[in-house]
């Protein structure tokens, strides 16, 4: 198997690159002056998403022989929160006065929640849902987001192995107490986010039922007393809610999603009757569980533990290195390495950010920039200065463009590669969904042709504390600037049902990007098929 496996490699290997690119001065890139020297670099991401861990993976198998150092930036979680459940789709979708789906996704700050709680659609029985957001200078919240870290180290560590990527290729880094996080705000409504740090619970919740376990995940834990029996008693709310007869090798439960027996193992009933929907008791079964996982975990891979940004930035510090910088995340951590290494001393930055025309974001700022604006105005200022070199990939240029997969084509092209990644999206995404690969798109547009001729220079400015691009005028080139991946819409005129002419705005028809659909599904195959060494 090892011999055709390795033919298929090569046979892939030559696909991927064909003569005619072969034949180009330079390797495939997006990039303005082609691609850069591949290095050691930087990649920082947050977490929740799956094109999180995708960016992280191909930064890796497009760097392989070098060390790849990975930032994982927080977002700030509240294990508090009950989530929306089937209520979303009832004050969403409902007839007759509907609540705005912008009030039930975005953040509830003290200020918005008079404006929501006083909102004519949101009725009485609803008002509960609209606590406020707390974000990391809140101790509770700070303590929960410390552990979803841990947890996610884990994850990511489990999801790298299983695309065959050694432990030694890689090291990880995160704030060390969170206090220069503390400009992250959360992006969305407690209530709203998935579970992603319970997504792969499932073996924990069947760990002790394993052929060949020698001691019981609450003794591997060190839980006593209570905490062991309530521990148990979520396993086994988790393992009933499966509906699938148990089996010693745990097969059969393989088909269960961790993120439905995490909901059937922890609390779903508020503190107060009368007051908003949150549980300290549901905040002390996920700790527990959150606890138990990353122990088990621990026992497996032992070393590789976190480091500090600040020993990330000596290891640069005075090297003749110019590291990559790729950003999937909040612009937070990767402003404090540029500042502290100087602009110079940093190669391109690509960054999965902003948006060119505002059609595709349901909030006024793209997400990356929406949960840091103070981090994200002072980079993009030191790139429009000239003292770095920055590159967004914008909204526009991922969703409802060629590259947007229906959930039809994923399941074809992209979950028979990668079994881990087809589980993630099937709790992160809603079953039918579009897919969009936001940050491994940008991943990809550094070694890849899929945005080739579309980098232009941009300026912006902030108005009404919404970020504005706007398109310049001078095509871009290598060095210092802030730029940007342009897609211009295509515009029809259309007839509503009342006869009325509107227009309609598609970012779908770039002739370039629909020709490149080919590769892009071959370069999807690569960064997820394991390779042969």
């Not at 949101?122 to 841990?150: G, H, M, P, Q, R």
């Amino acid at each position: 198997m090892g011999g055709v496996s390795r033919l298929l490699d090569m046979r892939f290997s030559q696909q991927r690159q064909s003569p005619a690119k072969q034949a180009q001065q330079g390797r495939p890139s997006s990039l303005a002056g082609g691609r850069p020297q591949l290095g050691p670099c930087i990649v920082c991401v947050d977490i929740p998403d799956p094109d999180n861990f995708l960016m992280v993976l191909r930064v890796l198998r497009d760097h392989h022989g070098h060390h790849v150092d990975i930032v994982l930036s927080p977002r700030p979680v509240s294990f508090a929160a009950i989530p929306y459940g089937a209520a979303f789709l009832e004050m969403s979708r409902r007839k007759e006065n509907p609540v705005p789906v912008p009030i039930l996704l975005g953040r509830v700050t003290p200020e918005k929640q008079s404006e929501i709680l006083a909102h004519p659609n949101v009725k009485v029985s609803e008002k509960a849902w609209f606590y406020v957001d707390e974000d990391l200078t809140n101790a509770e919240v700070e303590e929960d987001t410390k552990i979803y870290l841990e947890v996610s180290r884990f994850r990511l560590i489990t999801f790298l192995d299983e695309h065959g990527i050694s432990r030694g290729q890689y090291s990880l880094y995160t704030e060390a107490n969170l206090e220069s996080a503390k400009t992250i705000v959360p992006g969305m409504h407690h209530s709203f986010h998935k579970p992603d740090f319970a997504f792969d619970f499932k073996d924990m919740f069947f760990y002790d039922s394993e052929k060949g376990a020698e001691e019981k995940a609450a003794e591997i834990a060190g839980l006593t007393g209570s905490d062991t029996q309530r521990f148990e008693a979520m396993c086994k709310a988790a393992i009933n809610a499966s509906d699938i007869p148990q089996t010693p090798d745990g097969t059969e439960a393989a088909a269960i999603r961790s993120s439905t027996l995490f909901e059937a193992a922890v609390t779903k009933e508020k503190d107060d009757p009368n007051d908003f929907m949150l549980s300290q008791k549901r905040r002390e079964d996920t700790r527990l569980l959150c606890k138990v996982y990353t122990q088990l975990k621990a026992k497996k891979c032992p070393k590789l533990t976190y480091g500090s940004i600040e020993t990330l930035i000596e290891k640069y510090r005075g090297r003749n290195i110019k590291p990559l910088l790729y950003l999937g995340g909040p612009f937070t951590e990767a402003l404090k390495i540029v500042k502290a290494l100087e602009g110079p001393r940093i190669g391109p930055i690509i960054a999965m950010a902003g948006a060119t025309h505002g059609n595709s974001n349901i909030f006024a700022n793209q997400f990356n920039i929406l949960i840091d604006t103070v981090s994200a105005e002072e980079i993009l200022w030191m790139a429009q200065a000239k003292q770095i070199d920055l590159t967004l990939l914008p909204t526009e240029c991922v969703k409802g463009t060629a590259y947007t997969l229906s959930w039809a084509d994923f399941e074809r092209k992209v979950a028979p590669w990668s079994p881990h990644t087809s589980n993630l999206y099937h709790q992160w995404a809603p079953p039918n969904s579009p897919v969009n690969l936001f940050d491994l798109l940008a991943a990809m547009s550094v070694t890849t042709e899929l945005y080739k001729g579309m980098q232009c220079y941009v300026t912006y400015e902030v108005s009404k504390s919404q970020f504005v691009f706007k398109k310049g005028a001078v095509a871009a080139s290598s060095g210092p600037g802030l730029k940007m991946f342009w897609n211009e819409p295509s515009i029809t005129e259309v007839r509503d049902r009342e006869g009325k002419v509107k227009e309609e705005v598609s970012f779908a028809e770039d002739a370039h990007m629909k020709s490149m659909m080919g590769d892009y599904f071959r370069e999807i195959e690569w960064t997820l098929r394991k390779q042969c060494s």
